[in-house]
């Protein structure tokens, strides 16, 4: 092969690639092998250009005779580090051996395995608090409190409480897993939103009750059949609500309002909107571009103390997503917060 072939086989591909020749001079590169490493790449000595070791030593296990090595790479691009893989092999240009590197982006590869090592890593924290309790007060039980019987019961009481907050985690990280397994599935079934929400109202109605708080449907009568999947949409109207009846307040009115777009834009068509609006202290915009990502909360004590998980909004924007719909945050600190389900009609 010469070095013009190699030059065409090169600009062809799209991951970055070198070939390095006599004298550890790069003799050819293609464009984006030039952005990865700068653009007077051509004609340098690879070492001063490529300077990392551990691929050094790839190309020069393979310079002296391997068949193959390989190498990690990071690179900075902006303010984000880029991790890659480069592959170095031997080629003959011109009758003569040289090395040619290619490189691959595993960046989200790397990305990935980081997330689910802090979401084992948080749900490992979330499930350790509750079982330290129950260790705890079992140890009591047998000792101290063995004939307290005062001590006993409000023990069992709290006792209680931390295995129910912890049967909740479960249930919530199985309900997220179903839902994550099915979010490229389009849900087969139709159904009527107001019916639905009727039917969710009646459910949180002891909750309701105990936190003294009134919910107002308003707009959902008439609003068009949607294609959509029952259960899982009764999951992110409970869960909204629930959080509106936790984060607004007692004594304040939750109102759930139903819009019909005859062109909503982000659609491409026509789209029903259902709003839950509460009068709690509201949300600093900070946090709601984050609110839907796994396990956090503005403020976590309080929410644990409420019983929450903090896995609620990332179910509701997985359901969401499914049904190709959108999820709106919006909320002014003071006077509430309102969270808006978009569905498309069809
Ligand atoms: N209606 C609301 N008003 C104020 N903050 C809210 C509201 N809904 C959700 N949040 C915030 O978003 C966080 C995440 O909600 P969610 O995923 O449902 O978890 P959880 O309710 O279990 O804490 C909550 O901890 C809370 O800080
Ligand atoms: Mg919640």
Redesign the pocket.
């Known amino acids: 092969m010469n070095a013009a072939d190699l030059q065409d086989v090169l600009d062809a591909l799209k991951p970055p690639a070198f070939f390095v020749g006599p004298g550890d001079r790069i003799a050819v590169s293609n464009a984006s092998a030039r952005a990865l490493f700068g653009a007077a790449l051509a004609g340098q000595n690879h070492v001063a250009v490529l300077r990392q070791p551990q691929l050094l030593d790839a190309i020069e296990t393979v310079a002296r005779g391997a068949e193959a090595a390989r190498a990690p790479f990071t690179a900075r691009d902006g303010d984000r580090e880029t991790i890659w893989l480069a592959s170095a092999a031997p080629l003959r240009l011109n009758g003569q051996r040289g090395v040619l590197v290619s490189l691959e982006d595993t960046t989200a590869l790397q990305e990935a395995g980081q997330i689910r090592r802090d979401f084992v890593a948080n749900v490992s924290h979330e499930l350790r608090t509750p079982l330290t309790a129950l260790i705890g007060f079992i140890e009591t039980l047998r000792g101290a409190a063995k004939d307290d019987p005062v001590a006993r019961d409000r023990f069992l009481g709290i006792m209680t409480r931390e295995a129910t907050r912890m049967n909740r985690l479960v249930q919530d990280l199985l309900s997220l897993s179903r839902v994550e397994s099915e979010e490229r599935l389009r849900p087969t079934g139709t159904l009527d939103l107001g019916a639905l929400l009727r039917s969710v109202q009646s459910s949180l109605a002891p909750l309701l009750r105990e936190s003294g708080v009134e919910l107002t449907i308003e707009g959902c009568e008439a609003l068009p059949v949607v294609p959509g999947d029952g259960d899982q949409l009764r999951q992110v109207f409970t ?1 909204l609500i ?3 009846v ?3 307040g007692r004594g304040k009115t939750i109102r759930v309002r139903g819009i019909v777009h005859e062109r909503e834009p982000s659609m491409r068509g026509a789209a029903v909107q259902i709003d839950v609006a ?1 009068q ?4 600093d915009p900070i ?1 709601i571009p984050r ?2 990502e796994r396990f ?4 976590s004590h ?2 644990r103390e ?1 019983g ?7 179910i509701v924007k997985h359901i969401v997503n499914r049904h190709r719909g959108r999820l709106r945050i919006s ?1 002014r600190p003071g006077e509430g ?1 309102t ?1 808006s389900v978009l569905l498309p009609q069809g």
């Open positions: 869960n629930e959080n509106a936790k984060y607004g509460d709690g202290e509201g949300i946090h609110l839907t956090y909360r503005v403020d309080r929410s409420m929450g998980t903090g896995l609620g909004l990332a909320s917060s969270f």
